[in-house]
């Protein structure tokens, strides 16, 4: 992890975590420090495919010297899954931090589990069952936000958005509510070549900000012709309120010199707003072995996001 000093506060250069792969960065602030938890592909593949195990996170003060706080959750703590320890997010609330991780349940399909701790860094502990558990393939990729009456949301999904309403515990929902499917359609999140039709695809991250709600996503753009694959990018859409309806805001970042995959993570730190986002830049980065990036960006004065370009790193703050 290096710096350069291109100006007084240094320079953070990308990608951020130099000496393993990591994907899927999740920023969380907290004080004074912007924590990052990310998921970790190992080096060597079992079946050619996504091997993951653990979870990690790294700490900034400046968005330019980082600490690696190593693996702070694992499946090997979780007795109910066996494989894809996918993308996480956290989030603080009464003192305690809640790691929702997506994980494949043993005998079942995709599910959400909770990690509890005391401390941003770990250790986390399962609950000891999934909290969402459809019995598909759908529950990857949670987003949570508190909402500034209280009121806790997860969303997640792939290739349908879907969200509950957290109580306040963090580790349940309004069961009244239920699991609440997002209509996905074109106004919401355009037109486009997954499998709803729409450009959403997977990786949702709900928040707010000035009064507007934003989810991004990774994306996919419509097909001209029957034999295009168009690649995955990263799209917004916004809402006046936290379950909708959602409007189709725009591309966010385009996926020229990426991988197939991307994961957005967007967070305000020390007054500037900040993209978290994934590549293959690293000595042997690929669809498998990606690694995590960050760029800074400004909103407009209407709330809307202009397409932020791929970057070198950002300065320190």
């Known amino acids: 992890m290096s710096d350069s000093q291109e100006n007084g506060k240094g320079f ?33 593949l079992i079946n050619d495919f996504y091997t993951m195990v653990d979870w ?19 499946l090997d703590d979780i007795a109910w899954a066996d ?3 996918w993308a996480p997010q956290a989030i603080e609330r009464n003192g305690k931090f809640y790691l929702y991780c997506p994980v494949h349940k ?34 990857i990729d949670p987003t949570v936000f508190i909402d500034d009456d209280g009121q806790a949301y997860l969303y997640f999904g792939n290739p349908e ?46 928040y707010k900000r000035n009064g507007l709600y934003y989810m991004v996503y990774a994306a996919f753009s419509a097909k001209e012709k029957e034999d295009d694959h168009r690649d995955e990018h990263l799209a917004y859409s916004t809402s006046t309120g936290p379950t909708g309806p959602w409007v189709y805001g725009g591309v966010l970042m385009t996926e020229e010199g990426g991988v197939f995959t991307n994961h957005p993570g967007i967070a305000d730190f020390k007054g500037h707003s900040y993209l978290f986002y994934h590549t293959g830049e690293l000595p042997g980065g690929n669809l498998f072995h990606r690694s995590v990036c960050v760029a800074e960006f400004t909103y ?10 791929k970057c070198s790193g950002v300065s320190g703050v």
Do not use: Q
Not at 173 to 180: Q, S
């Open 161 to 206: 958005l879907r969200y509950v309403k957290l109580n306040e515990d963090m580790i349940s929902y309004d069961t009244n509510v239920g699991i609440v499917k997002v209509p996905m359609t074109e106004e919401s999140f355009a037109k486009g070549s997954h499998m709803t039709g729409t450009s959403y695809g997977e990786g949702p991250w709900f």
């Open 12 to 44: 953070g250069t990308n990608p951020i975590i130099k000496n393993i792969y990591t994907a899927d960065p999740a920023p969380m602030v907290c004080g004074d420090t912007l924590y990052l938890y990310t998921t970790h592909d190992e080096d060597v």
């Open 56 to 74: 990690r996170c790294f700490s900034t003060k400046d968005m330019v010297h980082w600490t690696d706080h190593g693996k702070i959750f694992s």
């Open 106 to 139: 043993t005998g079942g399909g995709m599910a959400i589990a909770v990690g509890v701790s005391d401390h941003p860094t770990g250790p986390f502990k399962d609950l000891g069952a999934p909290m969402i558990d459809e019995g598909d393939w759908n529950d």
């Open 83 to 85: 494989s894809r320890a």
């Open 300 to 309: 407009n004065a209407d709330g809307s996001i202009d397409t932020i370009p």
